[in-house]
């Protein structure tokens, strides 16, 4: 019996691994802390497996829980990590402020995003990933007025630390 | 805002590269964790003993040996010292087939036993360390209770001690021999204790999961 659910478990995830390892890329900036990040969230899908139901898919459980789980760990450590992002990508704006490249801005817009807070983070990360309104309020438990305006205050934040 | 969107883009197309993770090694993530503090227990094991074997060689010089020598403990230190190593690298060997033991592992059950046996080990090996120092704190004072009474000279006729005092002393000694093992006690269950309880835990939700 537990094997039988232990296979299930580990062939839906191999299936969806992405969804986790994009969310280490939002919220680590490492390869070592993004596999730490990787399998905290496989052990917390496992520890919360038994009461997955089936009754939503397989890949929007896995969101809640591997989001939850991220934002639970980053808070732990945000002091440290704070410091250290906000440091570096100031520095990188001041000297890279006139290198005006696509993939120069793509790089400035993926570092600003390392310094949003956690949950601003998670929003990102759920609009990135095409997930509209009512898919991002059930995914993070928050009504979808709530989501709108909180993401459009994300915006502006991205915004002001682009441009300050 | 365009300039999510713009991210959007390239966000979608970094799809391709994300790194996969084939089913066994997903499958091995789900233990990772208790093996990772059954291998804390087999360092930490490995570095108290490093500690206790620096240690004796800084106490342990020429003259720490010529006061023992005075007091006939010579002997019983050495044989203690090969006794207490022996026993301690079989508890490190322990330590180590468990480690080994429970990275093997690939399937609930197998893995509660051997995190109960680990448990296991862990108190022995604590139990270990509190008989062995009391061992050896009451026959260091055997030894050198032995030593003053055949050395001492008798200056006056009142050294002998009557009931009252030799229950004194008895008492003193057991009181001091528990400060000093409860202390013990206290770092052992402070530094191994943190880890078991993690083990423990970890064991209570393989354990759900086995119902």
């Known amino acids: 019996m537990n094997k039988e659910l232990e296979h299930q478990f580990v062939t839906n995830l191999e299936k969806n691994q992405n969804i986790a390892h994009k969310i280490c890329r939002i919220y680590t900036n490492d390869q070592e802390s993004h596999n730490d990040l990787f399998q905290e969230i496989t052990i917390q899908l496992w520890k919360a497996y038994p009461k997955f139901r089936g009754d939503s898919k397989f890949s929007t459980w896995m969101y809640r829980v591997a989001l939850n789980t991220a934002i639970t760990l980053y808070r732990k450590k945000k002091k440290s990590i704070r410091t250290q992002d906000y440091d570096s990508v100031h520095f990188k704006i001041k000297s890279e402020a006139y290198d005006d490249t696509a993939e120069q801005h793509l790089k400035l817009m993926y570092d600003a995003i390392k310094q949003l807070n956690d949950i601003d983070k998670a929003l990102v990360f759920l609009y990135l990933e095409d997930k509209n309104y009512a898919e991002i309020s059930e995914t993070l438990g928050i009504t979808e007025v709530n989501a709108r305006v909180k993401m459009n205050r994300v915006k502006t934040k991205l915004q002001n630390i682009i441009n300050p | ?211």
């Not at chain 2, 240690?55 to 203690?80: G, P, Q, R, S, V």
């Open chain 2, 1 to 211: 805002m365009d300039n999510l969107d713009l991210l959007k883009k390239d966000w979608k197309k970094q799809e391709k590269s994300i790194p996969q993770l084939s089913y066994d090694e997903i499958y091995k993530l789900i233990w990772k964790r208790s093996s990772s503090i059954v291998k804390w227990i087999f360092f930490i094991s490995i570095i108290e003993f490093a500690l206790g074997a620096v240690l004796n060689i800084f106490i342990a010089d020429d003259e720490y040996w010529a006061k023992m020598e005075e007091y006939n403990l010579t002997i019983f230190l050495i044989c203690t010292y090969v006794v207490s190593y022996i026993i301690t690298f079989y508890f490190i060997y322990k330590f180590y087939t468990n480690y080994k033991a429970i990275n093997a592992t690939d399937s609930a059950s197998v893995l509660m036993k051997t995190i109960l046996k680990v448990r296991k080990t862990v108190k022995y090996y604590i139990g270990f360390i509190l008989i062995s120092s009391a061992f050896v704190f009451v026959f260091s004072m055997i030894f050198i209770l032995r030593n003053h009474v055949l050395t001492a000279e008798p200056v006056a006729s009142n050294m002998s001690f009557d009931w009252k005092q030799w229950l004194l002393f008895i008492g003193g000694t057991l009181l001091a021999l528990a400060v000093i093992l409860g202390v013990i006690w206290l770092i052992y269950t402070l530094v191994y204790g943190i880890l078991l309880r993690r083990l423990h835990r970890n064991y209570k939700e393989l354990k759900k999961l086995e119902m």
